[in-house]
């Protein structure tokens, strides 16, 4: 077969050998999927219909939780239908690539915007004075757009050389989707290159922006101490904790699995993690966010009054 035609083999491993405790697996994760979606999509149409909402701050909310929607998306319907399905599902070399593509560019993204929303508090926190100064909408609308096109062109330099090895004898990936280091264990040419080169990106868009969020939260829990009003200290401790337990979520999962040696990834480890920064946390965000706001649970309760009113006329 032709490079174009092969085709590589994707299985989920299985939690259990009972269908029944398959189809609870699949309904449970079904469940969580679209409750992600639902939140994700209830923060973003929230921020967007709520005036008191259109502030730097929660544009940058909004748009991560669009990007989690999306990026939750391009592996969770494939997964789901081959838990349901129990068969081994195959997808062309094409298709993988293009997954991988979609799934690096849009994770990559939803991490560089996690250091850009640290910034933005640590300008708020710090700076309050000049911070419409700072950061106005032109500002935020380069970040946001600055995220999208870093995570893009990481994700094509990266697809186009992981997808220029030759892949020969099996074509089974021990995975769920067409992730990189299980596809990089398919090619039988040296990889010591391709190998640097993900952790290069891995460094790019994980240990950098990390290091941003530490050095911002330092100067912000600096700024908070100094704060003499006991409500202050709380809005302030509320607003960045949240946006904290979100960053530890993200960055935790992913740099578990990419900023270890490739010699050292387990696939059942992959699988387990992956598991959770596709299906868990982005459920846990919008939850997160709206529980530890109260701009915007207040934003959420208008809403919900003016769909019941709207429902009684």
Known sequence: ??????????????????????????LAFLLVYLLSLCGNATVALTVHSDRSLHTPMYFFLANLAVLEIFYSSVIAPFALVNLLSGRKATISLAGCGTQMFFFVFLSSADCILLAVMACDRYVAICHPLHYTLIINWTVCACLVSGSLV?????????????????????????????????????????TQIHQATVFVVSVIVLTIPFLIICISYVFIVAAILKIRSAAGQHRAISTCSSHLIVVLLQYGCCSFIYLRPSSSYSPEQGQAVSVIYIFVTPLLNPLIYSMRNKDLKDALGRALGRAMQFQRK
Not at 1 to 26: A, C, D, T, V, W
Not at 151 to 172: K, S, V, W
């Open 150 to 190: 870093l995570g893009f062109l990481l994700a094509l330099q990266l697809t186009i050389l992981l997808f220029h090895l030759p892949f020969c004898g099996t074509n089974e990936i021990n995975h769920f989707y067409c992730d990189v280091l299980p596809v990089l264990r398919l090619a039988c040419a040296d």
């Open 1 to 26: 077969n032709s490079r174009g035609k092969l085709l590589i083999q994707l299985h989920f491993q299985s939690f259990s050998f009972l269908p029944e405790m398959q189809l609870l697996i699949f």
